[in-house]
């Protein structure tokens, strides 16, 4: 089951460029930026509301993101959706034909388990599925 927006994902070329402009042109408060993905990743998580806005820049231009990068520029990456159960969540997609990025989960530093619904499958829209630990 969804509970609820937890994140946008915006790409960007330069994390701390792209503070700049979230931290004194919106007033959006830097809870704190993490390396993830082993350092290949770098993101900013700016909290609004009950959800975050995430900048997220690659140190890797031949992943995912850096290839989005490099053919669509800056601008909205992912939506991602807290879920209670993420095995559920994937079962319950593959069910109804959905195309996965991830069959299943992968961890990141925060313990949180994560996977990545294809664009094919949500009508142009990379979506991301969260499950916080201990949900």
């Known amino acids: 089951m969804l509970l609820r927006l937890d994140h946008i994902g915006i790409a960007v070329q330069n994390v701390s460029d792209a503070l700049g402009f979230f931290e004194r042109a919106l007033g959006m408060k830097l809870d704190h930026v993490a390396l993830e993905e082993g350092g290949r990743t770098e993101v900013a998580f ?29 601008g909205i990456h992912h939506l991602c959706f807290e879920v209670d159960d993420i095995h559920a969540a994937l079962a319950r997609l593959r069910e109804n034909g959905a195309q996965l990025i991830d069959e299943t989960p992968r961890v ?28």
């Open 46 to 74: 700016l909290p609004v509301g009950g959800s975050e806005v995430e900048l997220v820049q690659t140190h890797d231009p031949e992943s995912g993101l850096g290839k989005f990068l490099a053919k669509r520029g800056e």
């Open 108 to 135: 990141n530093t925060s313990g949180m388990q994560y996977a990545f619904i294809h664009p094919k499958s949500a009508h142009g829209v990379l979506i991301e599925l969260y499950q916080k630990p201990n949900s």
